[in-house]
């Protein structure tokens, strides 16, 4: 009975911590702290694969006293299981940082790191992608946002990892001074400039006042609302109504006459005109500022003539 007490609570043999072993071989060098017979052996023989990171694997007591035996050593060399985990360790703010800065290539952006993975993980190249951050709501770009990377590691392995992030930089918006609607030309009381700290947008600002000026909005802005490249539309060459200078083409010989435009429409845009003698309805090609052509020299039988 007494040795029986003790023997349960004095094993015979504790269980040693795992081994961790960087890369997805076990080589016969790994081993050597556990068991020192091992250095009669070359260190790069292969002794089986790593497990998963964040798992772990048991080298069995047989299996490794087979190993030693067909390397020549006198069996047994160990008389306990081998507990195998790949080395690893869990991510610093500092290399997540760095990893993220890289990928969104703007040196004044600033990134505040809230949260990230806490899994521990395999030696390897972090690596994050502007095409995996995907902006907050339009209208709160101060909202953290996930971003997701990875680290590739062993041969063309990988393991995801992310971060809860909120990110910022320094612009100057223009923004609507007072409720804008389509069809008008934008005028320079219509906007305002203001200095924002706001996520950075894959697409491109505005850069300078005389991108928006004379141009129109493709649909209704409130005030206080920041324009896009995408909300503006070039003004028309041409509005319905006009009186449009055409010139005929056919051949080397060419005319002018004046038109009234039917529909409105920007340089290259075809638009109907109306001679205003013989009221006939034909079809122009906006070539600037109030002045349309048609070429009656190609596509001749698809041209229908003004006169």
Known sequence: MIRLAIALVFPIWAAAACIRVDGDRILAQDLVGQVPSFRSIPGDTLVGFTPLPGASRILPVREMNSFAARHGLRSPVISQDLCIERAGAPLSRSALLEAMKKALGIEAAHIELLDYSKSIL?????????????????????????WRGR??????????????????????????AKDLIPGGAIGREDIRETSVREFPSHLPPIQSLQDILGHSVRRALKTGEILRPRMLVSMPDVNRGDTVTVIIQSGTAWLKLAALAQSSGRTGEIICLQNPENHRLFRGTVIGKGQASINQTQGKEHVKTPL
């Open 122 to 146: 395999p030696s390897g190249n972090l690596e994050f992608s502007r095409a995996t951050l995907s902006p907050p709501p339009a209208d709160d770009s101060s909202r953290a946002v996930v």
């Open 151 to 176: 680290v590739v590691y062993g041969d063309h392995q990988s393991a995801s990892v992310w971060a809860r992030v909120r990110i910022s930089v320094s612009a100057t918006e223009y923004v609507a």
